[in-house]
């Protein structure tokens, strides 16, 4: 998880390390504009003030139904034996009768489907009426136990300012979020970034599922924390 830290307590540790009084300390400057490839994926601040920000996933792939009802049949069951005793996770709510219930028959099989399938379509549905500009149909990412997948996370960042930054260089960090990694075992592998005058490539997550469960994560669901960090560019030989 990265820590929660104020742009002024930055600014100050600057000053500190720069041991340079002309240094600027005008905040603004540690800012990093942000360029959203999909309307709404702007990294939201944790607190006001704070560097640390809440980042979502971005889906691009869509799922058909068909493709999904097959990738249950794959993911639950050999034959007509469990494949995995986990639980079913969607967007972090567990489904009810797959999780109570044990030694499914198999005509029982297109039941436990049309549950999965109704929790994905009501909370794809929810997340539209809040965000009416984003297509969330099919959008989900599938991970099984153990399976980690990298996925972009919906901005590019740059940061205009950076040459007034002097002996500093930036780099923009993926760390892992509480509540996935906590709660459901989803983890993020750690990762940074170098920031540069001009925007690059999209920021991207890679998540990996260290449950026994199978989980279905939502197109804009909030997966990690990212945050700026500054250091002392080394001297060049």
Request: net charge negative.
């Amino acid at each position: 998880m990265c820590s929660s830290l104020g742009v002024d307590v930055m600014t100050e540790s600057m000053l500190t390390e720069t041991k340079d009084l002309t240094f600027p300390l005008d905040k603004n400057l540690f800012q990093p504009e942000f360029i959203e490839i999909e309307p709404g994926f702007r990294p939201k601040a944790i607190q006001p003030g704070d560097i640390a920000a809440n980042v979502k996933l971005c889906i691009r792939h869509q799922w058909s139904l068909e493709r999904l009802e097959s990738a249950l049949q794959d993911s639950l069951w050999y034959g007509d034996q469990f494949k995995t005793p986990g639980l079913v996770f969607v967007n972090g709510k567990q489904i009810a009768s797959y999780s109570v219930k044990r030694n499914y028959p198999l005509n029982q099989l297109d039941e436990i489907e049309r549950e999965i399938i109704a929790l994905i379509q009501q909370a794809e549905q929810a997340a539209a009426e809040q965000n009416p500009e984003v297509n969330f149909v099919g959008r989900w990412l599938m991970l099984r136990p153990g399976e980690s997948v990298t996925e972009g996370l919906g901005f590019k960042v740059t940061m205009p300012n950076l040459s007034l930054l002097g002996p500093f260089s930036a780099e923009y960090r993926i760390c892992s979020c509480r509540s996935l990694g906590a709660q459901h075992g989803i983890n993020v592998t750690k990762d940074s970034r170098p920031i540069n005058s001009e925007p690059e490539d999209e920021v991207k997550v890679n998540l990996k599922n260290d449950s026994n469960d199978l989980h279905f994560i939502l197109h804009g669901s909030t997966v990690a924390e990212g945050m700026m960090a500054i250091a002392i560019t080394p001297p060049s030989d």
